[in-house]
């Protein structure tokens, strides 16, 4: 079985492209990091954001003029994942970024200087809003995650939002993890790999669920419903030394952030609006996206959730607190 992607190939070529060097969105006047404000009292800051749902607030307050309203010329470059992000904001090439949280953890357990400054995205909290999914082919004898166990199953992300969501619903299943082989792919790969039997399963996420399951993939988890329903998903983060040395520009990107967050929980055919031109995915594939709610405050206990994975799979040199994590004044 052969899954057709909806506009998948230029999907994947988008993101490939990404990969290569960063695509600059020019919704705002650009220009490099200040650590003053410019000569009519705007500070430009630079931030980097990914092609997903939980990067499209910053869009939204861009459109609607609430950084230039607060005194901050935003340059925006899109980047394909974490691992790209964490070099400009540990050398302060770029001030705010936003990605899952498990990658931010790991990065502060490894010494880089970043510290999380506002929440963005939360998981799905019914299958309604679900964005991520286990699947198998629709013959496949398994019914839950744990039926994995002992099998390849292909992942987007290792040590990532992905592998923590397999892992943990895997273990909620009441099978072991580590029993699991896990083996990066992309999705284009991963399908193929599928269909060939070479991988078992794949963890997916929306438009690409629903595509699979018109083709009678089957879904056999929908793991943050199983380990994480409602919880914190991504965040914004920044560089120490910036946060010290211009706690003012920060204080007022964090309250346009969650202004914005406040706007596109309340909008979310928006935010999909953005998702679907960042992807270039067409208005079927858009149909399919789930809506997606954003936090507008730190919940402590996901984070703490979060931090205890990393440290359980040992993804983490040392393991930084909640206080660690977190910028405060």
Known sequence: MTIKFMQGERIRRALAAAAGAALVTTLAACGGASDEPGAEGVEEISVTVQPASFSAPVFLA???GWFEEAGL??????????GAQM?????GDAQFAVAAIVPIVVAASQGLPVKMVAPASLYGSSQETAAVAIIVPGDSDADSAAD??????????????????LRNAVEEDGGDPDGVKMVQMDYPTGFSALAKGDVAGMIITEPFVAQAEAQG???ISYPELDTSPGGLFAAWFSNAKFLSESPDAARRFIEIINRANEYATQNPDEVNDIVAEQMKIDDQAKAALPDTTFAT????GSLSATVGDVEKFGWARGTPSVDDLVWTE
Do not use: H, M, R
């Open 148 to 165: 994995l166990e002992g099998e390849n199953v292909a992942v987007i992300g290792l040590k990532a939002a992905p592998e923590q969501l």
């Open 73 to 82: 010329s935003v340059e925006v470059k899109t980047l394909p994942n974490a």
């Open 217 to 219: 993939y089957k879904v």
């Open 87 to 91: 070099p400009l904001i540990a050398s």
């Open 297 to 300: 405050e730190f919940d402590e």
């Open 62 to 64: 861009i459109q609607k």
